[in-house]
């Protein structure tokens, strides 16, 4: 068992906690989710707004909530309406520092094309997500930080800061959102050695934090988050 066990713990009961996440992309998907509750949207809304605050979540947060609610304005606040009606801004001007509008007039495409087919995201894989939704090329070394973000929101179901619609998926089976931040947090914490922050990384390090957090090893995301937040303090 890691050494540094009992303190990540503690930081994951502390900061699995609404309040600390007032200004985190995750407020968007979780309204939406609060309206399919009273069968005020669809879970197709809720996906979207996912998948939309997912890809901007990099950078400031006061910065990414600001362009997070400007995508969403664009949308009229209705996802999949926007989405399947197929008229989406697309030019050259910044939505989110170096995404422009075009490249979110083509994942919103590409979130059409594959409702015509099919009900939900949920299953697809990570390398489907980042080549079907995002556009992205195929890259099984990748980490896929947004895609594992978007799904520990959408799996894991403890009522607090995530959301639990995707009840096919179990949250023993996520994997990490690996970025620079949590990279330098789980060196720091021993929860892995590697200096690449690469898929093979964050397996290392949700292997590792499967031994403290027992099927929920993305529960350990709040204990990283914490301790990056206390360190700063």
């Known amino acids: 068992m890691n050494p540094n066990a009992a303190i990540l713990r503690e930081y994951a009961a502390r900061y699995n906690d609404p309040v600390y996440f ?32 997912a890809h901007l979540a990099w950078g400031r947060r006061a910065m990414i909530v ?12 209705k996802p999949y309406d926007y989405v399947m ?18 490249e979110f007039a083509d994942i919103c495409a590409a979130l059409k094309r594959y409702y015509e087919n099919s009900p939900s995201l949920e299953h697809l894989s990570a390398d489907d997500f980042r080549t079907r939704i995002y556009c992205r090329k195929s890259d099984p070394r990748a980490a896929n930080k947004k895609i594992n973000m978007l799904r520990r929101w959408m799996v894991r179901c403890d009522g607090k800061v995530d959301l639990g619609l995707w ?8 994997i990490i959102p690996l970025d620079v931040h949590v990279h330098t947090v789980a060196l720091e914490m021993g ?13 290392e390090i949700t292997s ?23 360190r700063k303090s």
Request: proline share 5%.
């Open 167 to 174: 009840r096919d998926s179990s949250p023993a089976d996520l």
């Open 22 to 53: 007032r200004e985190d992309p995750i407020i968007f998907p979780k309204h939406f989710a609060e309206l399919y509750a009273r069968g005020e949207c669809s879970l197709h809304d809720v996906e979207i707004a996912a998948v939309i605050s």
């Open 66 to 77: 600001r362009d997070c609610s400007r995508a969403l304005d664009e949308m009229g606040n």
């Open 191 to 203: 929860l892995t050695s590697r200096k690449s922050a690469d898929l093979t990384t964050a397996m």
């Open 208 to 230: 590792e934090l499967s031994e403290i957090f027992p099927g929920d090893p993305c529960l350990g995301d709040f204990a990283l988050f914490g301790y990056g937040v206390t």
């Open 85 to 102: 009606r197929g008229a989406y801004r697309c030019d050259s001007c910044s939505l989110h520092r170096t995404v422009m509008w075009s």
